[in-house]
């Protein structure tokens, strides 16, 4: 079962508006870690933003913010007043637990941003 | 804060040749992961390693591949003999702790002819 589903597999925005880039997760674990890259054309992968599953508070890093929905399972990207550099792949993951207590990553697919001038 | 460091950055080679790549991770990481990425497979997951130990293998694709961690510091990826469809951008990524997020180095495109 996909563990980390984004499905959106392309969007656009206008520059200067918001974008809400959406993430589902599934795991049966209460600790857990949620986190959002951005991959641009370059390749490297950021690492843009990150949310503990105890975190009361949605994490913000400047212009990212992680809207978690803990009942609904979802840790969806908000990038306000998007800028033309905003272009690129983000990928949504989760940090939790196998069955050794071992760190386990899973990643989604990716959605891929364009921002329009 | 020097973040994960990969050599080298390109790496172009002939089929049949070794291929080793190198990482280091970030200081004070438990966590170390190599990953494959492809247009066609996506983000791959070959192996990690916690505290210089391999914890799950079971992405390495097949014998010809093989990692090493003998300290805290370094970790290697070799590829012997290297075939074209093992031509990807390989990533290494570090992380802190069981739960944080992953810090990834620049990556090593490999181009095997």
């Known amino acids: 079962a996909q563990k980390i589903t984004q499905t959106q597999p392309g969007m656009f925005v206008q520059e200067k508006e918001a974008v809400t880039l959406d993430c589902t997760y599934d795991?049966?674990?209460?600790?857990?870690?949620l986190f959002w890259y951005k991959q641009p054309s370059s390749g490297e992968m950021i690492f843009l933003i990150y949310?503990?599953?105890?975190?009361?508070q949605n994490a913000t890093e400047g212009r990212y913010s992680l809207n978690f929905q803990k009942a609904r399972k979802s840790a969806n990207l908000v990038i306000s007043a998007s800028q033309l550099g905003d272009s690129a792949m983000y990928f949504c993951?989760?940090?939790?637990?196998?069955?050794?207590?071992?760190?386990?990553?899973?990643f989604g697919t990716g959605t891929k941003l364009q921002v329009i001038p | 804060d020097a973040g994960v460091i990969q050599s080298p950055r390109h790496e172009v080679t002939e089929m049949g040749q070794e291929v080793t790549l190198r990482c280091k991770p970030i200081?004070?990481?438990?966590?170390l992961f190599w990953y494959r990425q492809t247009m066609m497979r996506g983000l791959e997951l070959l192996i990690y390693?916690?505290?210089?130990?391999?914890?799950?293998d079971s992405g390495m694709p097949e014998d010809r591949f093989s990692a090493k961690m003998p300290n805290a510091s370094f970790s290697t990826l070799k590829i012997q003999p290297s075939e074209p469809r093992d031509s990807a951008v390989y990533f290494c990524?570090?992380?802190?702790?069981?739960?944080?997020?992953?810090?990834f180095g620049n990556g090593t495109r490999l181009t095997v002819t």
């Open positions: 990524a570090s992380s802190p702790d069981r739960l944080g997020p992953l810090h």
């Open positions: 390693f916690n505290n210089n130990v391999p914890i799950d």
């Open positions: 795991t049966s674990d209460q600790s857990y870690g």
């Open positions: 949310q503990g599953s105890y975190d009361e």
């Open positions: 993951a989760m940090s939790d637990l196998n069955s050794g207590g071992y760190q386990k990553v899973t």
């Open positions: 200081s004070g990481h438990d966590y």
